[in-house]
C-alpha cells in the first residue's frame, strides 16, 4: 500500500541539548518549539512484493550512503512494529528545507516518513505512538507530530516509552511570526548529533544547562498562555544563548556561529532598543530565526536583508501537525 503524509520543520525555543540514550534517542531535558508553515517534507511510502531492499528519492533522486541508511534504519523499526520484516519500500521525499544548515531538515523529514510509513504499512498508531516512533528517527522530529507550541516530555523509563511530545497551544492560538535568516547553505561542521555527544560527555556547563530548563519551561509556557512576546521572547533568546555557551565549554570546544550570525544578534538587539519586539534563536548551525509579531513584518523584514552576509530571508507562520496527502 501507498500513503503520503506531509509535515512541518519546528524551531525550538526551549532546546534538546544532548542525549540520555544515543540508541533510542532519549534526551536529557525537556523541550518545547513552535512548528513553521513555511518549510516541509512531503513524503510517499510504498511498500513492493517485488523489492529486496529500499529504494530512496530524496528531490528526485535516488540516494545512497548515510542518508539512506538513516531511512532504512528508520524503517527497520517501523517493519519490526508491524510484524512484517522483509517488507521493502520506495520512498519519495521532497524537502522543502535548506539541508542540513541549522534548519531541522530532519525534523520535518523524520515525521513525515515516520506517519507515511506507518499508514503504508497498516500499522496503527495514534499520535502519541507516533510521537514515540518519530523521536527514533530525529529527536526534535516527535515535535513535529503536532501543530503550534509542541513540548517534549524527556521521559524517566529506559524503553522510550514516555518520551513523546504533547501539544502546548494549537497553530491559531497565536498569530506571531518566525523569521529564518538564511546565511549559509553550507552543510554544517559538527552535526548536531555529535555536538550533543562532545558537550554531555566535556562540557564544564553542562549540568547547569540541565539545571536551567524546568524554571525556562514554566515560565515561557505562562508566556504562550498569555501571548506576551517579550515574556517568551527574552525566555527563548536566554536559553538559545545558554545551550551555545556549553559548546563553548566542551573539549574540544566549537562554536556553530559565523561571524554574520553575530551581525544579526546585534541587528536584533538594536531593533529591540528602538523599541521593536525582535528576538533571536539559533539551533546547531550557523542561521538565525528572529520571532515577532506581525505588527512589526516591515521593520523586521528590512533590517534582517540589508545584514551584509545575508542569503535570504524567509518567514514563517505557526504551522499546522502531520496531514495525510
Ligand atoms: O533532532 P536533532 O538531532 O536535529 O537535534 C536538534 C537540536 C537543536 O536543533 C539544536 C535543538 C532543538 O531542540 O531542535
Redesign the pocket.
Known sequence: MKATAKAHT???LI???GKRDESLILPMNN?L?LTLDGFYTTTSVEFQNDLSADRFYLNGQLTEGAEKHRVTAFLDRIRAAAGEPDAFAEIHSANHVPTAAGF?S??SGFAALAAAAAKAIDLSVNQQQLSILTRQG????CRSVYGGFVEWEKGKLSDGSDSFAIPVASADHWDIRVAAVVLSSAEKKVL??EG?KRTVNTSVYYPSWVDSIPDDLAAIKDGIVAKDVEKVGEIAEANCLR?HATTLAANPPFSYWQSTTVSIIQAVQDLRAAGVPAFFTI??GPNVKVLYTPDYEEKVRNTLRNIAGVHDVKVSKPGEGISYI
Do not use: F, V
Request: positive net charge; glycine residues 4%.
Open positions: 519546528n524551531i525550538a532546546k534538546y541539548w523541550s518549539s531541522a530532519s525534523a530525529s529527536g526534535s522530529a548536531s548529533r550533543m545551550m539551533d546547531a
